[in-house]
């Protein structure tokens, strides 16, 4: 008897990809062109006029239109996961990651050097306190740069939505 290979990773990460796929397609109508919109509205007020309407080809269009528009949970699982892997490739992406690693390593040496200050007795004090103050000094920096970069990301990454 063949076993069937069960995937826990990506089973679990399934739910989280349909919902991206859902807001996806959400963006996506939303952005229809509202030339679209009328140009549609026009088709069916030219088709309607002088036309004697039937319930039952009222309720065949609709049918055919709710089938048009239909989404399977497994096309959005696809939909998520290809908008996730275009926002984590994009350049921005990458960049706001390598800033938020520089900053974590920073504040790491701020905390060292905070740390040997607070412990040493032979140096002086104000030597003591200049390390750990500069220290802090670049670490706010390279979190205004690691911000900057999060926001960029985040930017471009809801222009892709919905494309």
Do not use: C, H
């Not at 006029?49 to 949970?73: H, M, W």
């Not at 984590?88 to 504040?107: D, I, P, Y």
């Amino acid at each position: 008897m063949a076993k069937t290979k069960f995937d826990i990773r990506a089973e679990a990460t399934k739910p989280l990809y349909a919902s991206v796929g859902v807001v996806d397609r959400a963006a996506e109508l939303v952005r229809g062109s509202v030339a679209d919109a009328q140009k549609r509205l026009a088709e069916v007020r030219a088709s309607v006029r002088g036309i004697e309407l039937e319930p039952a080809a009222l309720q065949v269009r609709a049918r055919e239109l709710l089938e048009e528009n239909e989404v399977s949970y497994d096309q959005l699982v696809t939909r998520g996961e290809v908008l996730v892997a275009r926002i984590r490739n994009q350049e921005s992406t990458k960049t706001a990651g390598r800033e938020a690693k520089v900053t974590s390593a920073k504040a790491k040496t701020t905390r060292t050097q905070a740390k040997k200050a607070g412990s040493t007795a032979s140096r002086t004090a104000k030597n003591a306190a200049t390390r750990p103050t500069s220290s802090a000094k670049a670490t706010g920096t390279a979190a205004r740069k690691s911000a900057a970069a999060g926001t960029k990301a985040a930017s471009q990454a809801a222009k892709k939505v919905g494309d």
